[in-house]
């Protein structure tokens, strides 16, 4: 992947290669940035160039001030996931298709995966296209994989780089033995953890990274690339950055698999609604359907959640319609804003934040959802 194929970013692209200009790589770099920014696809680009063998440093027509070329050997086996210096580690567990639980058993899924996605993905995507019901993990085992690997020298390339997806899903076995690498890296050893919460991040090993954050794209990022990749006009492609608020990953996904985001938005008005009357019995309905759904799409659902409830409470003090909604859902907005205020949206916000950390640790979510239903219905009564 080149910098020219990444949506946006162009400010901390151009920071990243006048380090490489100036042979200044830090051995161990955490690129973080919430889902739909492109941290995977930064960190795939920055394997490419640092391994490419005729880096481009000239000012380009997009706002780049380099690029790989491209061509060479090894930027050809890097965009096709082959380089044998490039190693990727993945959270992964039991699945329907393998019984390991480490990179290596899934890399020709993994290979497959990125080129029919995109690299803008989420790991529910992930978990799904492997039909694993389990949460992934990147375990001891993966680690020592990881130690084994550095032990030789680099194939081809002055650098071996190992990509490690996801380091927020680190299990806290193979905590020290990540230290351990990072601490004592092999020379030529880069090291690029991407992350979507750097607070799950363990303290220890965020104190031994560059810190690269990510801002969250632009609308007009969103435009332009929709445009390169997909030959969509600026007017649909600004609607789609306001309807998925500027995530490109959900993007991505509703033009590829339709737009599912409907049948949440249904679920969603009448959950309100169901909090409001403090309905026990269709409350605890809902919470089976809840449970049935799987944790992942839990997940999804409450983000969803979360996202138009900053909505609708931006639509109550703004007075701006959202026009790619249909009438019934622009009605309910104004209604449900009139509910919402700067003490409750708050309560609201934290309530759920903290039930998706639940459903990380695993708890029972049909006791879970009850119990954030009746608080939110209490929130919603808040002057």
Wanted: some cysteine.
């Amino acid at each position: 992947m080149k910098f020219a194929d990444i949506a946006g970013q162009r400010e901390v692209i151009n920071r990243i290669i006048q380090n490489v200009k100036d042979s200044r790589i830090s051995h161990a770099q955490m690129i973080a940035g919430i889902e739909g920014s492109g941290n995977l696809s930064l960190a795939m680009a920055v394997a490419q160039f640092v391994n490419c063998t005729d880096k481009q440093y000239v000012d380009m027509p997009d706002g780049l001030n380099g690029d790989s070329c491209g061509q060479c050997p090894s930027c050809l086996k890097s965009h096709k996931m082959i380089h044998p210096d490039i190693h990727f580690v993945i959270p992964v567990n039991e699945s329907k298709q393998s019984k390991k639980r480490i990179t290596a058993d899934y890399l020709p899924q993994w290979r497959q995966f990125i080129q029919e996605k995109t690299s803008y993905v989420t790991l529910n995507q992930w978990y799904e296209f492997i039909e694993m019901d389990k949460q992934g993990i990147i375990s001891a085992e993966e680690c020592n994989e990881i130690l084994n690997t550095l032990n030789y020298k680099a194939y081809e390339s002055e650098y071996k780089i190992v990509i490690i997806w996801m380091i927020e899903k680190l299990y806290y076995s193979a905590a020290p033995k990540i230290l351990k690498i990072l601490e004592e890296p092999a020379e030529k050893t880069l090291f690029l953890l991407v992350s979507d919460n750097p607070q799950k991040v363990l303290d220890t090993i965020l104190s031994r990274v560059q810190f690269i954050k990510l801002p969250k794209l632009t609308a007009a990022d969103i435009a332009d690339y929709l445009y390169k990749n997909r030959s969509i006009e600026n007017a649909e492609a600004y609607r789609l950055a306001d309807k998925y608020d500027r995530n490109l990953t959900s993007i991505l996904e509703s033009l590829n698999e339709g737009d599912d985001s409907s049948e949440f938005m249904k679920q969603f008005i009448q959950w309100m609604r169901l909090c409001f009357k403090q309905n026990t019995s269709e409350i605890l309905s809902m919470a089976n359907e809840f449970r049935s759904i799987g944790r992942e799409n839990q997940k999804l659902y409450l983000n969803f959640v979360l996202t138009n409830i900053r909505n609708a409470w931006a639509q109550s003090i703004s007075g701006k319609l959202m026009h790619h909604h249909d009438s019934e859902q622009i009605d309910f907005y104004n209604n449900f804003g009139k509910y919402l205020n700067e003490v409750n949206i708050q309560l609201i916000r934290k309530e759920l934040e903290d039930a998706l950390y639940a459903i990380e640790r695993n708890a029972n979510q049909k006791i879970l959802f009850t119990d954030v239903s009746m608080k939110i219905g209490t929130f919603l009564r808040i002057k």
